[in-house]
């Protein structure tokens, strides 16, 4: 199993940006896919993830209502849309596959992608 995490860059606070984890190898549908993040001299912390059905959801209290993570099975594809960026929100952001139900534990996770980096600036 191999996944790509893309879509960082720089951006201005308050802007917005898309990531994408595609997947090579396998078939998403199976797996709930996890987004980390790991910020300069901070450990790595769960973002967001998505079952394999969909139906259930997972955000850190620090990204709800500005992140929102979905998945498009057609492009083996879970994208993680961040709006009104902080700078805070800087970090490389890595995706992660797992069984079927989501976990906020990265030790839960089998395979990961290399990660991107998303600076946000002001």
């Known amino acids: 199993v191999q996944l790509q995490a893309s879509g960082g860059g720089l951006v201005q606070a308050g802007g917005s940006l898309r990531l994408s984890c595609a997947a090579s190898?396998?078939?998403?549908?199976?797996?709930?896919i996890g987004w980390f993040r790991r910020a300069p001299g901070k450990e790595r912390e769960g973002v967001s993830c998505?079952?394999?059905?969909?139906?259930?959801?997972y955000y850190a209290d620090s990204v709800k209502g500005r992140f929102t993570i979905s998945r498009d099975r057609a492009k083996n594809t879970v994208y993680l849309q961040m709006n009104m960026l902080k700078l805070e929100d800087t970090a490389v952001y890595y995706c992660?596959?797992?069984?079927?139900?989501?976990?906020?534990?990265?030790?839960?996770?089998?395979?990961w992608g290399q990660g991107t980096q998303v600076t946000v600036s002001s």
């Open positions: 992660a596959t797992r069984s079927a139900y989501c976990s906020r534990y990265e030790n839960d996770y089998r395979y």
């Open positions: 998505i079952s394999s059905s969909g139906i259930s959801t």
């Open positions: 190898g396998v078939t998403l549908d199976s797996y709930a």
